[in-house]
């Protein structure tokens, strides 16, 4: 009897055993089987950058039934907005994203979309990226240069940040603003007057702080999740840009997808983006209202002197791009403008 007990116990015990390691074998294999992904940017934790990469992480891995996880690195800890660019062509990254303008270097024509003062809303912004011909057509030349756009992610209209008061462009004579290395940006900052300066945005709020700068420029979330009206407290909306993300993946990591898997990944880009779309057009207002409560003084000047100061960025931009193309976009422009007024 003790020796039928003692084989149904060892019995007993052999077969947990066996489940056991069945068991973890699946679940190891199911490690394995996950693949992780990296999408790196530069805005700071709280930032609306932030929020979207987490909702395109997340659905990602949704959408993908868990075969992908998406690490995001925020806060330029994997590389600058040049850098983060660089990695994608060469496949160290697998997702970033960034201004058109600073794609530009790889695409040249992306430059156009830095013209100042092309729309005057968030639902002019939309459309002109959503339907613009001249602008797909630019878009589709991306995987020949090592990525490939998913969507566009928003970041909203590039104002102001200054110590001294920007009232009209008189002001910015003879004043270092700081922004990031695009040709049109750098005309239309020169137009108004200022003294450009290329710097990394991490060291801005310090080079502001030790009088390096007298300001930069960037839009309200990045302005508002950065600081800098803490040490440059003169807001100014000049909106002189409208500054989307498109968020672009490596097309070597594009090439190692499924099919299934890329339409996961592009309805997941899609969504985040439509997330990040609403979420900066609804923060605008709180954030100028909590950066008033804190100091910072904000103005909405007259546009049509700093419309005026910019005209001849057209010009430079016709001769350079030639006037085909530029009149292409602007006339995508216009039509949007027209299409969806501001009342």
């Not at 695009?182 to 900052?189: F, G, P, V």
Request: hydrophobic residues 40%.
């Amino acid at each position: 009897m003790k020796r039928k007990s003692l084989f149904v116990r060892m019995l007993f015990f052999t077969v947990v055993v066996f489940v056991l390691g069945v068991c973890n074998v699946f679940s190891v294999s199911n490690v394995e089987a996950q693949t992780v992904l990296k999408f790196s940017h530069t805005d700071q934790q709280q930032g609306a950058r932030q929020g979207a990469a987490e909702v395109f992480a997340k659905k990602v891995e949704q959408y993908t039934n868990g075969r992908y996880k998406v690490q995001v690195y925020c806060c330029s800890q994997l590389g600058n907005d040049p850098k983060n660019i660089e990695q994608l062509v060469l496949g160290g990254i697998d997702f970033t994203v960034s201004s058109t303008g600073s794609y530009a270097p790889h695409l040249a024509g992306l430059n156009l979309t830095m013209l100042p003062f092309i729309v005057d809303s968030y639902e002019q912004g939309w459309k002109l990226y959503d339907e613009s011909k001249w602008l797909k057509a630019e878009f589709d030349k991306a995987p020949q240069k090592g990525f490939r756009f998913l969507s566009t992610f928003e970041a909203g209209f590039r104002c102001m940040t200054t110590k001294e008061p920007l009232r009209t462009p008189d002001d910015a004579k003879g004043k270092k603003l700081r922004t990031f290395p695009n040709e049109m940006m750098r005309w239309t900052l020169d137009a108004i007057g200022f003294s450009v300066q290329i710097m990394p945005l991490p060291e801005v709020y310090m080079a502001i702080q030790q009088g390096a700068v007298s300001g930069q420029e960037n839009p309200i979330d990045t302005i508002y999740s950065n600081k800098f009206y803490e040490v440059a407290p003169y807001v100014t909306l000049t909106n002189h840009v409208y500054s989307p993300i498109p968020l672009a993946i490596s097309e070597k990591t594009w090439q190692k997808l499924s099919a299934a898997d890329r339409e996961a990944v592009t309805k997941a880009a899609k969504e985040a983006a439509d997330w990040s779309r609403k979420t900066i057009q609804a923060n605008d207002d709180n954030q100028l209202k909590e950066m008033a409560s804190k100091g910072a003084k904000i103005t909405s000047p007259s546009l049509e002197l700093f419309r005026k100061a910019v005209q001849p960025v057209y010009g430079k931009a016709r001769d350079k791009y030639g006037a085909a193309d530029v009149d292409a976009f602007l006339a995508d422009a216009v039509a949007v403008r027209k299409a969806l007024p501001v009342k």
